[in-house]
């Protein structure tokens, strides 16, 4: 299968594919079963990666190479109908990964190497998907040092990693922009079929961080959940995103009414 083939959908200049999360699992099984011929990977927008996207170029970059761009956010979702290009629907993030191991079938079962989050968790993380998914088998894990994106030895150990291990399924947890621009960088060299950039999604995995309970996920109250619990780092960001996006929202509205 080669992407893209859903429709996709501007939205502050970023192409979101217009999939549900069945459909994503799908095309993640799809690659992850074809022979290795080129990475393909995935993205997950939400607002900090929308706000990232207006002012960084590398950035556009890395989402302009990616094979398929999910909507992670009802702000997304929420703006697309909006602006008269409605997404289906919201594909967490931190469900995808979940959804995709549910979907592992006994006669194929899909590799997978964790890349980031904090030393040992990781490996946690192995214990809680072999205890959950038969289907999935974790096939290497690391946890790189701080900073190690500008040192081309520790660069050059990551992908030997994960050449020895092959996995169809690289997670690349290293956060926004550091995952996407570092799955870019290295797409050729990347000895997997599929990478998937989700942030915090091996800590989820690990139970190292608890995600919201569910009645905040249905009243679109994840984001509060996430800021109180790293009130210093997310705190700040999320309060400069309730500002900045939507003045985003109605800049591009506004320009929308000109044209
Ligand atoms: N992380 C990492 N190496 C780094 C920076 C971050 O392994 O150099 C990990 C961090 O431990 C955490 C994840 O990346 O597991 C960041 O998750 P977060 O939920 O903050 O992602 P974001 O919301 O920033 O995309």
Redesign the pocket.
Known sequence: MHGPEYETVEIFGMRIHAVREHEAHALVHGWASAPHDKLRYVVTPNV?HTMVFQENPAFREAYAGASLVIADGWPLVASSRLFGTPLPERVAGSDLLPGLFDAARADQPRTVFLL???PG?GEKAAREIHARWPNVRVVGTY??P?G??RDEAENARILALVAAAQPDILVV????P??ELWTHRFRHEIRAKVALCL??T??FMAGATRRAPVWMRKAKLEWVHRALSEPRRLGRRYAEHAVLFPALVARTWLSSRRS
């Open positions: 900090q980031g989050a904090a968790v946890s790189p701080l190690f994106e947890g290293l956060g926004a550091k995952q942030g915090g091996i800590d």
